[in-house]
């Protein structure tokens, strides 16, 4: 599995504006131009681990945050961001999210029941 740039650019690009830093600011704090940061930000340009790095410590994430997408345990990022998700929500918006979500495992489960039993049909 590859590193999708476009969802590391993603998150960086949510993050900083969640820190309420422009792309300049980033540029000018981490050594790099403001057209790689923007670059970095729309997935059009890879990340070094240095620069990686540095923005996370700038932006005060983890880089587990940043690379979520990519790795296949981060499970409790992504648990943070359901958290983040529902503690703004009022009753009605919880009640309908639960549903959502439990439906789509029900879903998801399914579908993987039925592919193992295509697999086992081969």
């Known amino acids: 599995m590859g590193l999708d740039f476009k969802a590391i650019g993603k998150r960086i690009k949510i993050a900083r504006i969640r820190a309420g830093i422009t792309q300049e600011c ?64 009022n009753e009605y918006e919880v009640r309908v999210l639960v549903d959502v979500l439990k439906a789509a495992k029900e879903s998801m489960r399914n579908i993987k029941i039925f592919q193992d039993g295509m697999k086992s049909l081969e």
């Not at 670059?39 to 681990?49: D, F, P, Q, R």
């Not at 240095?50 to 979520?68: H, Q």
């Not at 981060?74 to 503690?87: N, R, W």
């Open 26 to 89: 980033v540029a000018d704090k981490i050594g790099i131009t403001p057209q790689h940061v923007s670059n970095i930000e729309t997935g059009n340009s890879s990340v070094s681990l240095a620069t990686l790095v540095a923005i996370a410590n700038l932006l005060y994430v983890s880089v587990d945050e940043l690379l979520c997408d990519t790795v296949l345990k981060s499970k409790f990022v992504f648990a943070k961001e359901a958290d983040e998700i529902f503690s703004d929500s």
